[in-house]
């Protein structure tokens, strides 16, 4: 009897620690190329929930970097399979040692609120939606055409950045290079904007 109540206890408590991650993966993103006039650019809501010193904002890249140094994207661990979406073989991405570099506490409370934000965006050509708190700064940019997609989408990108590059103590971005292109990353708090020569 004991033994069963103990299985039961334990199996509730592993159901309630993996229900976030399972509504996470149940909301798939979107990204595709925006057809039309494309409004003023406008910045992702911030969700009510979110802690104090949370912003988000439209800005233009800024820092050109070379596609000379991109890497093809593939998952290191077993879990990150699980908790993102499947790398298309299109996607490359590259870490950069950053002093300082963000804490990697503060990327992850930026791609829980990106996540929780539900929000869907059209991004001009060469713009970009910045997401801020503490030391760090992520950003999804479109680099060649406007585009539109939804948080969900731009949150499963900064987790495979985060995963690949800030919990190593780097910043970096991944690029996706089929139409629409775009790249998202992490950068230190207030650092440029970089972008991709691949349209």
Not at 77 to 99: G, I, K, M, W
Not at 114 to 129: G, K, P
Not at 137 to 155: H, K, P, V
């Given at each position: 009897?004991?033994?069963?109540?103990?299985?039961?206890?334990?199996?509730?408590?592993?159901?309630?620690?993996?229900?976030?991650?399972?509504?996470?993966?149940?909301?798939?993103?979107?990204?595709?190329?925006?057809?039309?006039?494309?409004?003023?650019?406008?910045?992702?809501?911030?969700?009510?929930?979110?802690?104090?010193?949370?912003?988000?904002?439209?800005?233009?890249?800024?820092?050109?970097?070379?596609?000379?140094?991109?890497?093809?994207?593939?998952?290191?661990?077993?879990?990150?399979?699980?908790?993102?979406?499947?790398?298309?073989?299109?996607?490359?991405?590259?870490?950069?040692?950053?002093?300082?570099?963000?804490?990697?506490?503060?990327?992850?409370?930026?791609?829980?609120?990106?996540?929780?934000?539900?929000?869907?965006?059209?991004?001009?050509?060469?713009?970009?939606?910045?997401?801020?708190?503490?030391?760090?700064?992520?950003?999804?940019?479109?680099?060649?055409?406007?585009?539109?997609?939804d948080t969900n989408f731009i949150?499963?990108?900064?987790?495979?950045?985060?995963?690949?590059?800030?919990?190593?103590?780097?910043?970096?971005?991944?690029?996706?290079?089929?139409?629409?292109?775009?790249?998202?990353?992490?950068?230190?708090?207030?650092?440029?904007?970089?972008?991709?020569?691949?349209?």
């Amino acid at each position: 009897m004991k033994v069963s109540l103990v299985t039961a206890l334990f199996l509730g408590v592993v159901i309630a620690l993996e229900t976030p991650v399972l509504e996470r993966r149940a909301r798939a993103g979107t990204l595709r190329e925006f057809n039309g006039a494309a409004p003023p650019p406008r910045a992702a809501k911030v969700p009510s929930s979110a802690p104090a010193g949370y912003k988000t904002s439209v800005a233009t890249t800024n820092v050109k970097l070379s596609t000379d140094s991109l890497t093809p994207t593939t998952l290191r661990r077993r879990e990150d399979l699980v908790e993102t979406r499947q790398v298309s073989a299109s996607d490359f991405f590259e870490c950069y040692n950053a002093n300082p570099a963000p804490r990697p506490q503060d990327c992850d409370v930026i791609v829980d609120q990106v996540s929780s934000s539900n929000d869907l965006l059209i991004v001009s050509a060469s713009s970009c939606l910045v997401f801020s708190f503490g030391t760090c700064q992520a950003f999804f940019c479109s680099l060649c055409t406007t585009l539109t997609t939804d948080t969900n989408f731009i949150a499963d990108q900064l987790d495979i950045v985060d995963a690949l590059c800030v919990e190593g103590g780097q910043t970096g971005s991944i690029v996706g290079e089929d139409s629409p292109q775009w790249d998202a990353g992490f950068t230190y708090a207030g650092a440029g904007l970089p972008f991709y020569d691949v349209c």
